[in-house]
């Protein structure tokens, strides 16, 4: 595998004078091309922030940070739209589709974007749609389509363009169990391409089963970086810290050689990590799991 | 994709695209009926020089324009003909003078004598009898727009003009006259009796050159032969009748600054619905800005908005104001609408857009496209 994106040392700081935070503290990442990396983290810890930096939409108060061996640091709004252009595609949460503009040409723009226009373009942006499913959805205006199918549409859009690197933010949050578990299914396997790295920002525990790798991020700094341990026939990839293997989630569609875990490293912060043992899950949280099962059954 | 993004934005809400092509089409209306004001005043303050076959006017001194100059003294004929270059030289009399109706009532009339014959100005665009007609006794030729304030319905109808007799012998179409006292040609010889003047005075000498490219330095020749007399050329002399109409009475003013209102008023409706369609597709914008396009990429989107708005405006506004240019046709006060000026008001608007679209350019060139994460 290869590195399709490296950070290091990545801080951000937000705000001014004495309303000024550090929303990233020295963050280093490297995201491989194949692998599907989940980044999660509570609320605030600084998920967007880096989701932003690595998409080259906000530039760091410092660090660096290379795409496809692109350096984007200190580079104008400009350049960084034309690096965006070339290695990034992006996922929303809330699909940011065009709405008066169908299936078709909602994947289109994105080409048209890129100064892919025509014949050539509008094939491209059919057989993205093919390949997530909806060639029977070219014509459909987004207000016509469920959210899963929003959400595939938008995963079109942004694969149509071959980028080598493909950011999605919470890309499940909107859709119900079933269209959340398809839409990352589809994400799994557009990760698959030796030639793009997948990154997804997410809270959503249901997204645990596909993923290759899991970095947990709090008060701005990575507390584990895991690679759930694979099943036989799957190409081994040692976690860096001590997995806690828990059940997979009864689902059709997940993938079974991968075990979901749980991961948890002690975090850096000055805010006491959580230590409470899986037993002591509350009674509301294990109604809550039992019937989120029932959904995925 | 660019154009058709930026058509679906506009379409898209149909309430605002209608208040958006009222404000063009009010403004384009307003525009068109003030400058169409403007260029029929113009023909009208100019049609009688524009029409006379003469390259140089000699009028008295400080002659503001056709309808108000003083007396020549009749010394100038000779001077002018004996002037080098000079090809021939038509008197003609201009005066106001009271037209009395066979029914009672009277009403100021602009009398021009003139014998056609001689090649000085001779009525245009008779339309009802002959022009020559006008040497049958008592004849006079009057503007069919004017016979009901005249007191006249048909040919053979006959009024006074101060206390000698007169008869409508023809009718002319489209000769108007910006002072609203109509137009009134007889000969030269009549309208010195009627206005009880000297034989050999005249209101202006028209002077045929016999060498049009020698106008400059006979204009000079015969300033110099005649110098207590104005020598004028034509387009010197349409310049001091537009100067004095449409300038130092303020009429122009008042037509130009109507224009100008309605442009300004239509920049700011066009601005305002189109800053506030930017502000309501602002998400989408973030979006393509997420995905990478350029700042450039986006403004040709809104340009686009502006232009389509325009162009829409433009024909709807352009359908509206022909109707009115067709109704002030057989009015005192036409509208014109020439095709430069059609071409003009296209141009206009589609500058009136691109100004409004500044604001909405603005609004996005500030978007953060960290916003779409944000949602």
Redesign the interface.
Known sequence: MSAVLEAQGVVKELGQGAGKIRALKGVDLTLEAGELTLLMGPSGSGKTTLLSILGCILSPTEGTVEIGGENAVGRTAEDLADIRRRHIGFVFQQYNLFPTLTAHENVRLALDVRGDRGTAASDRAKEALTKVGLAHRLNNYPRNMSGGEQQRVAVARAIASAPSLILADEPTAALDTENGRAVMALIKEISRDKSRAVLAVTHDPRTLPFADRIIHIEDGRIVSDERPAPSAGESAAKPEATPKPAPPPASADTPATIAPIIVRVEPQSSQPASTAPPQQISIRQKRKNRKRRKGHG | ??L??AF??LV?DRIRLTVTLVGILFSIVLVAVQLGLYLGARKMIVGMIENAKADIWITSFGAKSFEEAGQLTGRERYGALSTPGVDAVTPIVVSFAEWRKPAGGSTLIVLVGTDPADGGLAPWNVVDGVGSDLTTPDAVIADRTYIRDLGVSRLGDTAQIESGKVKLAALTSGIRSFTMAPYIFTTLNRSRSLLAMPQDQATFLLVKASDPADVPALQSRLSARLPGSDVLTKAQFIGRSLDHWLFATGAGVALIGGAILGLIVGTVIVAQTLYSSTKDHL??FA?????????G?IHKVILWQAGLSALLGYLIGMAVAMVIVHFSEQTALPIVMTPWLAAGLLALTVFMCAISAVSAIMKVTRID??M????
Not at chain 2, 287 to 295: C, E, P, Q
């Open positions: 994709m660019i058709k993004l679906r934005n898209h998400n989408e979006t393509l800005r997420a995905l990478g396009s350029s700042s990429y496209p960290a779409v994460f944000a949602r």
